[in-house]
């Protein structure tokens, strides 16, 4: 993957943008870390990467998938799963996910990271239509202006607001 940022990233002269599912998020996470020169942000979907793993229904597929174990996490290609990365990072997580604790899926917040809540599962947030809306909302942004994801307007009734709950 490292390899494959790198093409990118050369062949069109700009900044590539991370979008991860569960593990794959975990991945972009720590790519962007391993290479934030070449990554513009990271959006990852119901990714476990805060918290402790058995909540997680997830974390024995990510120790056989991934050849770590999650009492390993702390040394991983990029540092600490944990850690943020220095890009822009949203975090898309839904309370109701099934597979990942939505408490492991979220970011703390800061001026480049955000969360944002869906209602749905794990394996439907790829699909769900208010996740796919905040993707493409992030990624429509220019490059070197990121900013927070909006939640007012008729976005408010989609997207609760996390100071809220």
């Known amino acids: 993957m490292m390899r494959r940022i790198g093409e990118l990233h050369e062949k069109h002269g700009r900044n590539v943008s991370l979008v991860g599912w569960s593990l794959g998020g975990i991945y972009a996470r720590q790519l962007a ?22 909540p997680t229904n997830a974390w024995r597929l990510y120790e056989m998938t991934s050849g770590h ?37 979220i970011e703390a917040e800061s001026p480049i990271a955000e969360n944002i809540e869906v209602e749905g599962s794990h394996c439907g947030l790829g699909h769900h239509p ?8 992030r990624l429509a942004q220019p490059e070197g202006q990121w900013k927070k994801f909006e939640r007012t307007g008729l976005r408010a009734f989609t997207f609760p607001n996390p100071k809220r709950r």
Not at 33 to 54: I, Y
Not at 130 to 137: E, L, P, Q, R, S
């Open 130 to 137: 208010a996740a796919v809306f905040a993707i493409a909302d």
């Open 33 to 54: 870390k391993a290479m934030p020169e070449k990554v513009r942000q990271v959006v990852t979907l119901g990714s476990p990467f805060n918290g402790h793993p058995p």
């Open 69 to 105: 174990k999650v009492d390993d996490r702390e040394q991983h290609m990029g540092g600490a799963i944990s850690d943020p990365p220095p890009v822009p990072t949203t975090a898309i997580y839904s309370r109701t996910d099934g597979i990942c604790h939505w408490r492991n899926c």
